[in-house]
């Protein structure tokens, strides 16, 4: 309902709400099941604050059985998926880097073209190796969620302390359920800021406002 009305900071609030209900309520031992399709930035700072020290478990809204949900596949990686990284610097002096996990659909340059105004440093990219896996359910088991997830922590973190960066802009064109995924890897000692923006496809700025993973609500809303 609050973003039917496009009041950001307030459904996050009540987001928040919820969360800590959860983890007053529940201990490491009690199931969580993630379903849902909501906006990506409320995703992620939901994933990031529940944590991976619990057991959650991810279900899958599948594309071509629109009104069903089914838990992700515990089969063994068959390493099918692949991502093609690629960092590029843009200045030696910015500590902000713009960071672009694309796993359902390819993210252009003209998409992003929001970000290079506002003198973001660093770029570093993360795209499905094989063209054909773009808009398919290709991430549908734990195993491949793990495998990649591991990747680009790995990748990110090594980046941050290279170039000591002190904000990223994060951009994901991924399912709700690997944002989820993704978003529980990510430490609030140890990493940066995150902000993670919302795509618009009607918007002429395609990603206009973003959410803080760990700021409050009245200062987490980050709108270009």
């Known amino acids: 309902e609050q973003m039917k009305k496009h009041d950001i900071v307030d459904a996050v609030r009540k987001q928040d709400k919820i969360v800590r209900d959860i ?20 995703i992620f700072r939901a994933g990031f604050q529940i944590g991976d020290e619990g057991n ?13 949900f089914k838990e992700i596949s515990s089969e063994p990686d068959d390493h099918r998926v692949q991502l093609r990284v690629n960092y590029s610097k843009l200045s030696d ?4 880097m713009l960071v672009i996990v694309a796993t359902s659909f ?6 992003l073209a929001v970000f290079y105004k506002n003198k973001i440093g660093h770029s570093l990219r993360f795209e499905m190796e094989t063209q054909s896996m773009y808009g398919v359910d290709s991430i549908v088991s734990y195993a491949v969620m793990n495998r990649l997830r591991i990747g680009i922590l790995r990748k ?7 170039e000591n960066i002190e904000k990223i802009h ?7 359920d690997f944002t989820f995924f993704l978003s529980q890897g990510f430490s609030k000692y140890h990493d940066p800021e995150i902000i993670v923006y919302q795509y618009e496809r009607s918007n002429p700025a ?12 009245t200062l987490g809303v980050v709108r270009q």
């Open 23 to 42: 983890l007053r309520e529940c201990d490491e031992f009690t199931e969580l099941f993630y379903y849902g399709i909501a906006h990506i930035p409320l």
């Open 56 to 68: 959650v478990r991810l279900m899958h809204k599948h594309r071509n059985e629109q009104a069903v």
């Open 93 to 96: 002096s910015s500590k902000e």
């Open 106 to 111: 390819p993210v252009s340059v003209d998409d």
């Open 156 to 162: 990110l973190r090594e980046v941050v302390a290279s």
């Open 170 to 176: 994060l951009v994901l064109s991924t399912s709700s």
């Open 206 to 217: 395609k990603y206009p406002w973003g959410v803080s993973n760990n700021a409050r609500p």
